[in-house]
C-alpha cells in the first residue's frame, strides 16, 4: 500500500467500525485495492491504507460516504508521514482567542476589531492593513493591559500533547503568528516550542502608541519562515507540518508536506489539501499515524 486515509472523530463523538468499512468499500468501489481499518484509538481514529487512488480522490469518495458523521479525513502517501519540523499558527489554533480582539474590550471596541479581525482572515482585507488599523484602535492604552489581557488565554485541547509527541520523536516546533511576541513568547514556554516568531506592539513611556512594529510578520514571513526553518533543521518540505486557520496561513499550508486548515475560515478550508473540522489538536498526531498510546499527555 502506498497511501492511507485517516479518520478522526471529534471529541466525544466515536464512530464505529460500520463506519470505517463505509470509508474503505467508497474507496474500493473506485477501484482501489485495501487493507483492513487500523485502528490507532479505539472509537477515535482509524486508518485505511489503499492502492491505486490519489489520496483527493479517495478522501472524496470517503467523505460522500460518511454523510454529516462528525468525522475529519485526512488522506495522504504513506511514505514520510510523520513529519520533522511542525510551523504553527497561535491565534484560534494553538489558543482559542485572538489577543487584539481581547485588547479591544479594552477600548470598548471588541466587537469592531473582531469584525476586521474576521474580515482579514477570511482574505477578504490585506493582513497587514488590517494589522495597523486594529492597532491604531489601541492607541493610548497601559501597556500593562498586555499583562491582564494574557490571563483570558486558553490552551486549544491537545496542543502541549501535539508539541510533546512531535519533539519526543524528534521534530522541531516553531510557533509563528501574526499576533504579537508578548504572547507568542508565553504560549512557546507555555506549550513547549523551540521558538517563536512575532509582531511587535510599539511603545513608549508606558502606553501604546498605536502602531506596530514594522516589518510586519504577515502570510509571506509564514511561508518565508517554514522554508528557513526547513532548511535550518535540514528537513525537506515533505517532511514539514504547518497548522492555521486563516488566510496569513493558506501560502504555508499549500507548500507544506502536510498543511492543515485547523477549524479554518471557509476561504482557507476551501482551499487547503487536508483540514480539521472536528477533532482537537491531536487529530494532527492520528494523521502522522501516532497511536493512543505514543501521544503525550497534556
Known sequence: MNAVITLIAAPAAPFDEDAALAARAALEALGAE?????????GTACDVAFNRLVPEQAEAAARQALGDL?????????????????????ESTIIHQEMLDELGDYVGMKERIAAITARAMNGEIDFRDALRERVALLKGLPAGVLDE???????????????ATMKANGAYCVLVSGGFRCFTARVRDWV????????????A????????????????????????????????????????????DLPMLLAAGLGIA?????A???????????????????????????????
Do not use: C
Open 262 to 266: 485547523f477549524r479554518a475560515k471557509p
Open 70 to 90: 462528525p468525522v475529519d479525513i485526512v488522506a495522504q502517501p504513506l511514505e514520510g508521514r510523520r513529519k520533522r519540523l511542525l510551523i504553527a499558527d497561535m
Open 268 to 298: 482557507v478550508a476551501a482551499e487547503a489539501r487536508a483540514r480539521v473540522d472536528h477533532g482537537d489538536l491531536t487529530a494532527l498526531l492520528y494523521a502522522q499515524g501516532y497511536r493512543a498510546g505514543d501521544i503525550a499527555e497534556s
Open 192 to 203: 513547549g516550542f523551540d521558538e517563536d516568531q512575532g509582531n511587535d506592539l510599539e511603545v
Open 205 to 248: 513611556d508606558g502606553t501604546l502608541t498605536g502602531r506596530p512594529v514594522e516589518p510586519i510578520l504577515d502570510r509571506d514571513s509564514k511561508l518565508q519562515a517554514l522554508v528557513r526553518f526547513a532548511a535550518a533543521q535540514r528537513v525537506p518540505m515533505a517532511g514539514t507540518l504547518a497548522v492555521g486557520d486563516g488566510a496569513n
Open 149 to 163: 489581557v494574557w490571563e483570558r488565554a486558553r490552551l486549544m485541547p491537545g496542543a502541549r500533547s501535539l508539541v
Open 34 to 42: 485495501t487493507a483492513r481499518p487500523d485502528w490507532l484509538a479505539p
